[in-house]
């Protein structure tokens, strides 16, 4: 039912995007007639559009990327995720990341590489209602989609839609994925500018079949089981019964996680007013704001759900010390966590340059409603938890100031939980940016201090933990940052110190890491012109930490592209070649299927090929497509010629070997 309500969807976003949008800044072309043919020749002038969009507080305007030179900005996942075999399934990223967040935080961030978020909701503005659709298939029946629309219905009203389909059955037993992420957006200004209005609807329904990975990786070498499907695996029952299908979107064994948060942020200015008379009828109407009153309103909704209707307690019994009830019936397991936070935010925001309204200081307080739940069952017998309910009162504070000659970009910034459940978190960030000049481009320095509440996942009053006897101590993040920017290399440097930090041990076990951890990375991007056509791209990561703390990353981490681009028969904008992607040998994590965690190992060493993949991709005004061929890496000859070395994304969990995919992008203007 929801892909025919998106086809159809899709149908009506075409047939009222009746021209093509090639670029985000306006062309011009003069209409002409052809008088032999009798052809009018097409007006692009009429297809062009301007827009541009924000992120929710941010003071830049962006313009959406036309390049094709980079397949992950289709995907929109970024390159170093490593994740455990077929795209949707639980992932963790290659360059570290601490959470940088500070109060309630529920611990499940397995999947937050496929999630829409408002911090991501791009707010727009558009002269023309614009539409873009993506749609890419893959080997193993893999399907995404992707469809924008916004449109000002009037100047000053702004409104959008976005929706991801991620849906592929996998290379191995019950390894299923299918994810929903859409959202709703828009963004008002009164007709003298002093009312403002931006609301927002954001939901995720993340669906992941969990299979604990092969039974033995010497499997893969038996000529007796010569596909992934036919490999033995820990859950989901028997490989016999497994029919993977691009429609089927039940999960019997794995992580079902949903969410939905309702956003609302109104302000109401204090200030000067103006107005430039544009002709004899119509008035622009100015305002320069001294102080606003600034509202928010953030409702969010969060249920966490495992479920195995066909369990084996033996595995349960071994990996998590659980012994399920015997049944005449098939063995059901569930556990469930449900989160309902309210928070009603109020600032003052003070300008105190009316020429520049890019400076402000911002104060405010917030208070934060906060019920959790917990429900375990085992067949038809249930468990429930006390509802809990929480409460935090959080002062916060900010500055920034990006000057008038936009030379110098100032933000600092801070929160601090005065009392209630995380009492004593707090939050401090502060940056200095400084643009040089066209051949230095832009340096900047970052500082950031988070005290944060372990995670709900590290609390025993929850369920998905029996691993934690009492409570622990709140986490410190520490984190120095420099970048530089500019034609020539983009160059990075951070420095973490993290103390007190939780982290799992094995499938349920936990731990807090009390000493000091110091985390050093130093990365580095350029292109290289090779010849007229010939590029090479190189990214480099280098990270370095103490062999005893519970945080794995590889040494060195590499991306390369080797593409022959170019504009050729004026239209056709072509980038074509090999692209390789490599890490050092390291500790990769383990993943607990039933926690939905990834935990710290030290038996088995991820030392995997390089991921050689071969693409073409190419736009001709509006259209862009593209073709790849990856994990070409994974050739053997070992029983013949296939595709069977496959590299490891987990200690008992492979990549596949070779996928092929096909991908489109169209973008559309009224």
């Known amino acids: 039912m929801k892909k025919i309500i998106f086809l159809v969807l899709l149908l009506a976003t075409v047939k009222f995007s009746s021209a093509q949008v090639g670029a985000e800044t306006d062309t011009a072309a003069n209409s002409k007639k052809d008088s032999t043919l009798g052809f009018v020749h097409r007006n692009d002038a009429k297809d062009s559009i301007t827009l541009s969009f924000r992120y929710l507080d941010s003071l830049r305007s962006n313009h959406i990327d036309s390049s094709i030179n980079d397949f992950y900005k289709y995907s929109g996942i970024p390159p170093y995720e490593q994740y455990l075999g ?29 999630r829409y978020t408002l911090d991501d909701t791009r707010f727009f503005k558009t002269t023309k ?15 995404n989609v992707h469809a924008l629309y916004t449109n000002s219905l009037k100047r000053n009203l702004n409104v959008g839609f976005e929706y991801k389909l991620i849906s592929s059955p996998g290379y191995t037993v019950t390894q299923n994925t299918n994810h929903n992420s859409y959202r709703l957006f828009g963004n008002y200004q009164g007709v003298r500018k002093r009312y403002s209005l931006y609301f927002a609807l954001v939901g995720n329904v993340i669906k992941s079949s969990e299979n604990g990975g092969l039974q033995s990786d010497s499997l893969l070498n038996n000529p007796n089981f010569p596909t992934l499907f036919s490999i033995p695996v820990n859950l989901g029952g028997s490989n016999a019964y497994y029919n993977p299908s691009a429609f089927s979107t039940t999960v019997n064994t794995g992580n079902i996680y949903s969410d939905f948060t309702f956003f609302l942020r109104q302000s109401y200015d204090i200030g000067k007013k103006d107005s430039v008379a544009v002709n004899d009828s119509t008035t622009e109407y100015l305002f320069y704001p001294k102080l606003r009153f600034q509202y928010t309103f953030t409702s969010s909704s ?20 659980y012994e399920i009830p015997s049944s005449p019936l098939v063995d059901t397991l569930s556990y469930t966590q449900k989160w309902s936070i309210l928070k009603n935010d ?42 809990h309910h929480y409460y935090n009162i959080v002062l916060h504070a900010e500055y920034r100031n990006r000057t008038r000659n936009r030379l110098w970009d100032i933000e600092a910034n801070g929160e601090l939980y005065a009392t209630g459940w995380n009492s004593g978190d707090y939050t401090a960030y502060a940056t ?3 643009y040089l000049n066209k051949k230095l481009g832009n340096i900047r320095l970052t500082f950031n201090n988070v005290n944060r509440t372990q995670s709900t996942i590290y609390n025993p009053l929850f369920s998905f933990n029996s691993g934690t006897t009492s409570p622990y101590k709140k986490e410190n993040i520490t984190v120095f940052k420099a970048t530089a920017d500019n034609p020539f290399i983009k160059l990075f440097a951070a420095d973490y110190f993290i103390t007190n930090l939780a982290y799992f041990t094995d499938y349920y076990h936990t731990a807090q890491y009390s000493s000091v951890i110091n985390l050093l990375q130093l990365g580095a991007s350029r292109k290289f012109k090779l010849t007229r056509y010939w590029n090479w791209y190189t990214d480099i990561m280098i990270q370095e930490t103490d062999a005893a703390a519970p945080i794995k990353v590889p040494l060195l981490y590499t991306r390369n592209r080797i593409a022959y681009e170019g504009v050729f028969f004026k239209n056709l904008n072509l980038s074509t070649g090999l692209e390789m992607i490599y890490y050092t040998p390291y500790k990769g994590y383990g993943y607990s299927p039933l926690l939905g965690q990834f935990y710290t190992q030290d038996s088995v060493t991820i030392s995997n090929r390089p991921d050689i993949s071969a693409f073409l991709q190419f736009r001709i ?34 990549y596949p070997g070779f996928v092929f995919r096909l991908g489109i992008r169209w973008w559309f203007v009224n």
């Open 302 to 321: 969060y249920k966490y759900n495992y479920v195995d209707q066909a369990a084996d307690t033996s595995i349960y019994q071994q990996w998590y010390n």
């Open 346 to 387: 109020f600032s003052l925001i003070q300008f105190p340059d009316t020429k520049n309204q890019a400076e402000f200081f911002l104060a405010g307080a917030r208070l934060e409603n906060i019920t959790g739940s917990t429900l375990t069952y085992t067949n038809l017998s249930s468990s429930a938890g006390t509802e």
């Open 432 to 434: 200095l940016a400084r």
């Open 86 to 114: 077929n795209d949707g399934n639980a992932a963790y990223s290659l360059i570290y990341s601490p959470i940088m967040k500070a109060g309630w935080d529920a611990g499940f961030h397995a999947f937050d590489v496929y």
């Open 621 to 654: 005004k509006t259209f862009t497509a593209y073709v790849r061929a990856e994990n070409l890496n994974t050739i053997s000859f070992a029983n013949g010629f296939g595709f069977t070395h496959y590299n490891f994304a987990a200690p008992n969990y492979v």
């Open 129 to 143: 209602p614009f539409s873009q659709l993506d749609y890419e298939i893959a080997s193993g029946k893999e399907q």
